[in-house]
C-alpha cells in the first residue's frame, strides 16, 4: 500500500512494551510482504495471534475449472444466477467462481447475510461493488463500502463482510499482491502527477475495533490439491481476532470509489492502459469509466479490432447506458471473455455509429490475464451459449452493440 497510516495506540518505538492501563502487555504482530522485504504494518493484540483451539477442514463450494476449449468469446450473465431477492446468502462463501487461472479467479456474489471471519491466504482480493452497501469489518478496522467501490483486502487480512443491503460484490482474487500500477508510483510509492487517482481518493480503515468473544471460527482459504488448487481450513480461536488496539504502517486494507478515478482521454482512441486502475501479477485490473471520447475531427470513438495477442480480456459491465449495445445480449453485470487467439471489437453498426460521439456514458471493470482462463462452476452456469455467434449474427439485422 502507498502509504503510511496509524490508528489507536502504538507504542513511541516499534519492537518496544506496549501496555494496557491496567499494565498488561500486548503482543506485537508484523503483518508483511515478500519476506520482510516490503510493505509491513505493526499490529497490537491483547492475546496472542497465533493462538488456536480447534481446527477443522472448510469445504469450499466448487472451485473447479475446466479449460475454454473449444475456444470461444463468451457471455456471462452474473445476475441470472443471483436473480434479485435472492436471500440467506454472504459474501465469503457463497461467491460462485466465473473464471480463474492460476493467478487470479473471478467470482461472483449477491450478499444479504453477513460472511463469517475470513481469511484469505492466497493472495489479494479485489472486490467490486457493483451494487450494495456493506461494512467490511477487518483486523484493522472498518471500511463503508457501497456501490462503485473497490475494496483491496490484503492477503491474510482477518476480516468479514456485513451488508447494511442485499450487496452485489465482483470478487477478483489475486494469488498475489494488488496494487497501483507501478508506473503511476514515484520511486518511493507516491502516486504520480500523471495518475488518474492519488491518496487522497483512498479510503483507509477506521479505527481498530476490540470485541470480546471466545471460540470465534476464521475460515482461511489457502493453496492446496483442491480443485484450482485451493482449499479451506476453518480455525476456532480462543479469542476474537478483532482484538487490535493499534496498529501502524504502510499495509492495510483500503477503498476507492470509480467514480474518483479520472479518465484520461485524448484527440484519438486511447489504448486500455491508460484505463489501468490496479495489477497484480500476471493480471491487471481496468476501468472504463463515463468520460468525453475521441475529439479529432475523423475519429472512431469506439475501439479499432484488437489481437491482444498475450492476454485474455475479462469485461464486466457494471453501469450506464447500454442502449448502444443492444443485440449482443451485453447487459448489467454482463461478463464478457475475449480470449487470446481470437481478434475482437465492436458488434457490426457500432463502428460506424460511433462516429460524431462526443461523450460514452459507460462503467466496466475489465480483467486482462496473461495465462488463459478456465472457466468455473458459475462461469458454465451463466454462459449464455451463443455470444460466440454475436458479430455474425449482428451482420445481419444490425444489432450493433459496441464491444470494448
Ligand atoms: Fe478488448
Not at 102 to 114: G, M, N, Q
Not at 172 to 188: C, D, Q, V
Not at 281 to 288: A, D, K, P, Q, R
Request: aromatic share 10%; glycine share 10%; charged share 25%.
Amino acid at each position: 500500500m502507498p502509504y503510511y497510516r496509524s490508528a489507536g495506540t502504538v507504542p513511541p518505538k516499534r519492537h518496544t512494551q506496549h501496555r494496557a492501563p491496567d499494565g498488561t502487555l500486548y503482543f506485537e504482530e508484523l503483518m508483511g510482504e515478500e519476506g520482510f522485504s516490503s510493505d509491513s504494518s505493526l499490529l497490537y493484540h491483547r492475546t496472542i495471534p497465533s493462538t488456536i483451539r480447534e481446527y477443522r477442514v472448510w469445504e469450499l463450494p466448487d472451485q473447479g475449472r475446466t479449460p475454454n476449449h473449444p475456444l470461444v468469446p463468451i457471455h456471462l450473465s452474473t445476475h441470472a444466477l443471483f436473480p434479485d431477492g435472492t436471500s440467506g446468502i454472504d459474501a465469503v462463501t457463497g461467491r460462485r467462481v466465473l473464471l480463474g487461472n492460476a493467478d487470479v479467479r473471478l467470482s461472483y456474489v449477491l450478499a444479504d447475510t453477513t460472511s463469517p471471519y475470513y481469511r484469505n491466504a492466497i493472495g489479494d482480493e479485489c472486490l467490486y461493488f457493483e451494487d450494495g452497501e456493506a461494512v467490511v469489518e477487518t483486523v484493522f478496522g472498518d471500511i463503508e463500502a457501497a456501490t462503485g467501490d473497490y475494496v483491496i483486502v490484503p492477503r491474510a487480512t482477518t476480516h468479514r463482510i456485513v451488508p447494511k443491503r442485499p450487496s452485489r460484490v465482483y470478487a477478483i482474487e489475486g494469488n498475489s499482491h494488488i496494487t497501483p500500477p507501478k508506473r503511476y508510483l514515484s520511486r518511493f510509492g507516491q502516486l504520480l502527477e500523471h495518475a488518474p487517482y492519488c491518496e487522497r481518493d483512498l479510503r483507509g480503515p477506521s479505527e481498530p475495533r476490540v470485541v470480546e468473544g471466545t471460540d470465534v471460527e476464521v475460515f482461511i482459504k489457502h493453496r492446496g490439491n483442491g480443485p484450482g488448487g485451493v482449499v479451506g481450513t476453518v480455525h476456532v480461536l480462543p479469542h476474537h481476532p478483532f482484538d487490535v488496539v493499534g496498529w501502524d504502517g504502510c499495509l492495510y486494507p483500503f477503498a476507492f470509489n470509480v467514480e474518483d478515478f479520472m479518465p484520461i482521454t485524448g484527440k484519438v482512441h486511447q489504448p486500455p492502459p491508460v484505463h489501468q486502475v490496479f495489477e497484480g501479477n500476471n493480471f491487471v485490473i481496468c476501468n472504463f469509466v463515463p468520460r468525453k471520447v475521441d475529439y479529432h475531427e475523423l475519429s472512431i470513438p469506439v475501439p479499432y479490432y484488437h489481437s491482444n495477442v498475450d492476454s485474455d480480456e475479462v469485461m464486466f459491465y457494471c453501469g450506464g447506458d447500454y442502449e448502444a449495445r443492444k443485440g449482443s445480449g451485453i447487459g448489467q453485470g454482463s461478463i464478457s471473455l475475449h480470449p487470446g487467439g481470437h481478434p475482437h471489437g465492436p458488434q457490426p453498426g457500432a463502428y460506424e455509429r460511433s462516429i460524431g460521439a462526443e461523450y460514452f456514458d459507460e462503467l466496466a471493470v475489465m480483467v486482462d490475464t496473461f495465462r488463459p482462463l478456465e472457466i468455473g462452476e458459475g462461469g458454465r452456469a451463466a454462459d449464455d451459449g451463443v455470444y460466440a455467434y454475436s458479430w455474425d449474427r449482428a451482420s445481419a439485422d444490425d444489432r450493433g452493440a459496441a464491444d470494448r
